[in-house]
């Protein structure tokens, strides 16, 4: 239960830390290309966890203040309306994900 996320969030930090490494060396490009793995991780977490082996739900409350800190800093790092639309998206991505993922599973098992 807890390697997924664990993996999730190593991932996560190491990135958060290169960002601001390549930020602060001026490269721009790696700097863009890790924002937007960062992006897609942060708004994409339910199914990042569940290609992990892990439980989609457990990021049902982290993918909130995720997506809140990924709207700030799209934003600028000021305080913008735009902050809340991250923070809908991403709950609406793991609505999404969650309801998809529910049916991905079998009824029954099979013999063969």
């Known amino acids: 239960m807890w390697k997924p ?3 999730y969030t190593v991932t996560f930090v190491t990135l958060f830390i290169s960002h601001i490494i390549a930020a602060a060396n001026d490269l721009d490009l790696l700097f863009r290309i890790i924002a937007s793995i960062i992006t897609i991780q942060t708004m994409f977490a339910g199914l990042v966890l569940h290609l992990l082996k892990g439980d989609a739900r457990h990021a049902r409350y982290p993918v909130i203040a995720l997506s809140a800190g990924l709207g700030w800093a799209y934003a600028g790092m000021t305080l913008d309306w735009m902050i809340i639309a991250w923070v809908i998206g ?12 529910k049916y991905n599973s079998p009824a029954h098992q099979h013999d063969g």
């Open 5 to 7: 996320i664990l993996v």
């Open 90 to 101: 991403a709950i609406l991505f793991q609505y999404g994900t969650e309801k998809g993922l």
